[in-house]
């Protein structure tokens, strides 16, 4: 019980320690919230977040001269994967394992709009867009820019429906 306490709380410092560091290196604003431990912000890319917004358990790989930016109030759930770098499924895998690997990857800066809400379990691909006021289903695969006010879910993710507008 009480080694289940010291490990709880050593985990919780961790992980307080991280953020700090993150909120040091990419300037975030105060009101950005992370959830309680286990987003990874890695690469030499930048990252930007708008007012207002959370990510929750996120893995967010950024490559050298690349980006991520969330818009104001977005919500990332737990376990969403954002890279801006991947293999390219349309090159040749090269037999050789000491190969030129850049020429085989697709990379994009990733660009999230305002009022966003990612489910869980989501993956985003490099070079994508996803406009304001858009919800991802849970378990999708965005390959694709996602417009303003929509709706997406699937693998890979398409379009459900427009959200309704008041």
Same mark, same amino acid.
């Given at each position: ?6 490990? +709880?709380? &050593?985990?919780? %410092? ?13 300037? &975030?604003? !105060? ?12 690469? !030499? ?12 358990? #996120? ?6 001269? &690349?980006? /991520? +930016?969330?818009?104001?109030?977005? %919500?990332? @759930?737990?376990? *969403? %994967? ?19 690997? !850049?020429?085989? +990857?697709?990379?994009?800066? *990733? ?10 379990? /989501? ?8 406009? =304001? =006021? *858009?919800?991802?289903?849970? =378990? ?6 996602? @417009? ?8 890979? #993710?398409?379009?459900? %429906?427009?959200? &309704?507008?008041?």
């Amino acid at each position: 019980m009480i080694a289940a306490k010291i490990f +709880t709380f &050593l985990e919780s %410092r961790k992980w307080q320690h991280a953020y700090s560091q993150y909120r040091k290196r990419y300037k &975030l604003p !105060e009101s950005f919230l992370f959830g309680a431990h286990g987003t990874v912000i890695y690469g !030499e890319g930048d990252f930007n977040a708008g007012e207002c917004s959370y990510v929750n358990q #996120a893995w967010i790989q950024i490559g050298k001269n &690349l980006h /991520v +930016t969330f818009g104001r109030n977005c %919500r990332i @759930a737990h376990n *969403v %994967r954002i890279y801006t770098e991947s293999m390219d499924p349309d090159s040749d895998l090269d037999v050789d394992p000491w190969g030129n690997f !850049e020429k085989q +990857t697709k990379t994009g800066n *990733v660009l999230i709009g305002d009022g966003v809400w990612i489910g869980a379990n /989501v993956f985003i691909n490099p070079g994508v867009t996803i406009g =304001n =006021n *858009v919800v991802i289903g849970a =378990n999708s695969v965005v390959t694709k820019d996602v @417009a303003d006010n929509s709706i997406v879910g699937g693998v890979p #993710a398409k379009l459900i %429906r427009q959200k &309704l507008t008041y």
